[in-house]
């Protein structure tokens, strides 16, 4: 008879912890979802403009209206600094493919020198001095 009152008082006070625990859970979600829809408005505030703000600022400039002198001169500044970067661009390609030519144009002369030289030695028969001694002075 004992251990039937003592489970009964435990069940009791399991109950009794439950609903107070779902109580205070319920409170702490009603929080968070007030906490989360008070975020959510902060949010859109930041997103979002007044409708009178909105139409103050689509009136501003129409699509055919003149730009302001601000805006004229920020466009003009891009430009400049588009052609300035493009403009080194080019001139850095154009630097790189000269020494590149020059290069070619080095090795080219280097092997047709080498090759005259070999044929001078090939076909030289010794009864001449060679070409660099027998040039004309004048």
């Not at 968070?32 to 959510?40: G, I, K, T, W, Y």
């Not at 997103?47 to 920020?74: C, H, T, W, Y």
Request: aromatic share 10%; charged share 35%.
């Amino acid at each position: 008879m004992a251990w039937r009152k003592l489970l009964l008082v435990s069940c009791f006070l399991a109950a009794l912890l439950l609903t107070m625990l779902q109580e205070g859970t319920g409170a702490s979600v009603g929080t968070s979802q007030v906490a989360r829809q008070e975020a959510q408005e902060g949010v859109e505030q930041k997103i979002f403009m007044q409708e009178s703000d909105a139409s103050n600022f689509l009136k501003r400039r129409g699509k055919r209206s003149p730009k302001s002198r601000e805006e004229v001169n920020a466009e003009n500044r891009q430009k400049l600094w588009a052609d300035e970067l493009r403009r080194e661009y080019h001139e850095e390609q154009r630097n790189e493919y000269e020494n590149f030519v020059e290069e070619q144009n080095d090795e080219q002369e280097e092997r047709s020198r080498e090759a005259i030289e070999q044929w001078r030695q090939w076909h030289y028969d010794g009864l001449y001095p060679s070409y660099l001694y027998n040039r004309h002075h004048i």
